[in-house]
């Protein structure tokens, strides 16, 4: 089913990782209503026969997070669908985990992830427990919009129905000490900061290390629904105050989530925030020496290539994605790769949700410093020498109007032999356009779908090289 041309102004859109929207602006009541309900009619259409499908509800540490969720239980009671509401903010990954471990058929998530103060949002998980895939998404766009041309939906009246609550983080702390070597961390006696950002995190990681005696420095776990006048986002900038604490605290390296805790942040011991690119290939290289999973690994399109040479360093290959966690989660869920990543601080490990999990990330590259002694840069320049070359992954938000919105839509089409200066090697358009380059280099031009934004992503093999290489994209992009 798809939408017509009619149904245009319908305020509900899905993105890469759910539906956003300015609060009181565009994520409203009326528009959740309209948004669950669509959620709804899809259930009901694809349920069997003979089965009241269960949909899990949960919410994060933002404004009305809980009137929101409230209001789903109602709309999910009001078409006959059994809602199961968490009873306190929940991590996206503990969510995804109770679908999979209760096979529940789906989850309705009231969060922004990393997004500013600002915003809110929904996330829509499958019975899979990984998000839902286009095809979902599109459905759910089309009946919201066939309600919008129709009115909207009505204020829902209180169910009388009692709701039943759940708490998910016993069943999922139980799950990542299956995951986790925590004899290894506590072995090693190492002190770690922990930084929850005011959002879903807390209460969580912090107490998994301390509940296995390893030496926990916290902030930033109490809700705030500002988060500090910024955002939750695990960005070099808001993890500002990690960093001081990590050098107060002499920790041996910083461990954040973001408002969901489905992404991860890390600070070395030196106070240095580290790229989760860098992140992502060197926690590959450690599950495949200290699990002896040999096998590929997975990354987005616009993910760092080291990721590539790790993998080529275990005589392995890697998947490349569309960007959005839910193609990475399709890999997982068919066992074809040790990890999967994305540059955007998403990960996921074999056996593990096809979703993105911030506090395992956090945990795994806790315990791979705990056993391998060194710190994260020491790490990576190791991986470096590994794999006989450095990489320096670099991401530029550039603002267009919309000439220049038009012209890199053109551009992006080009096929030349040569570009800026270089000898174009191959174009990929798996998502965007990622001119390869004979030297080694490459960069991605993707604009976004909600913004007048081009996202230009570079790699080269030094961080000089790659400021070149981003302003001479950027001169192209915006001058011609």
């Not at 300015?22 to 209503?33: E, G, K, P």
């Not at 988060?227 to 900038?237: C, K, L, M, Q």
Request: proline share 5%.
């Amino acid at each position: 089913m798809s939408a017509s041309p009619s149904f245009a102004a319908s305020p509900i859109k899905f993105g890469t990782s759910g539906w956003r929207g300015l609060i009181a602006d565009d994520f409203t009541f009326a528009n959740v209503r309209l948004a669950v309900t669509a959620i709804a009619e899809h259930v009901n259409t694809n349920r069997a026969k003979t089965a009241k499908p269960t949909i899990l509800v949960g919410y994060d540490t933002r404004f009305y997070s809980e009137e929101f969720s409230a209001l789903a239980v109602a709309i999910l009671q009001q078409h006959g669908i059994r809602p199961l509401l968490c009873d306190t903010f929940t991590p996206t990954p503990a969510i995804a985990y109770e679908i999979q471990r209760a096979k529940l058929d789906g989850a309705i998530n009231f969060t922004a992830s990393h997004n500013p103060k600002q915003y809110h949002g929904l996330k829509l998980s499958t019975s899979d427990a990984g998000p839902a895939l286009p095809e979902i998404t599109k459905d759910v766009e089309a009946r919201a919009a066939k309600l919008f041309a129709a009115g909207g939906v009505p204020p829902v009246k209180g169910s009388t129905a009692p709701v039943e609550k759940t708490n998910l983080r016993e069943n999922y702390l139980k799950r990542l000490q299956q995951l986790v070597r925590f004899d290894v961390l506590a072995k090693a006696k190492t002190r770690f900061a922990v930084d929850a950002l005011h959002g879903c995190g807390a209460g969580y990681l912090n107490k998994v290390l301390a509940d296995h005696g390893v030496p926990v420095e916290t902030i930033r776990a109490d809700r705030d629904v500002l988060f500090d006048g910024t955002g939750p986002d695990v960005s070099e900038e808001n993890l500002a105050p990690l960093r001081n604490i990590v050098l107060s605290s002499k920790s041996i390296a910083g461990l954040a989530t973001d408002g969901d805790a489905d992404r991860f942040g890390i600070v070395d011991s030196d106070g240095a925030w580290v790229q989760p690119n860098l992140i992502l290939a060197l926690v590959y290289d450690y599950l495949v020496e200290s699990r002896g999973w040999n096998m590929p690994a997975a990354r987005s399109v616009a993910t760092s290539e080291l990721v590539d040479a790790a993998a080529k360093s275990h005589g392995q290959t890697t998947y490349q994605t569309p960007v959005g966690f839910k193609y990475i989660g399709q890999l997982i869920r068919e066992d074809k790769i040790a990890l999967g990543g994305e540059e955007s601080a998403g990960l996921t490990i074999r056996g593990h949700v096809p979703e993105k999990d911030g506090i395992l990330a956090c945990l795994l590259v806790a315990e791979m410093i705990a056993a391998r002694g060194a710190s994260i840069s020491e790490q990576v320049q190791q991986l470096f020498k590994k794999v006989g070359r450095s990489f320096a992954p670099v991401r530029e938000n550039l603002h267009l109007n919309d000439e220049q919105k038009a012209s890199a839509i053109q551009k992006s089409k080009t096929d030349a032999t040569t570009l800026i200066g270089r000898k174009v090697k191959s174009v990929d358009r798996t998502d965007g356009a990622k001119f390869a380059f004979d030297d080694g280099s490459w960069m991605l031009l993707r604009l976004s779908g909600t913004e007048p934004l081009l996202r230009l992503y570079v790699e080269a093999e030094t961080p000089a090289a790659s400021a070149k290489l981003v302003r001479e994209a950027t001169d192209w992009i915006l001058k011609g």
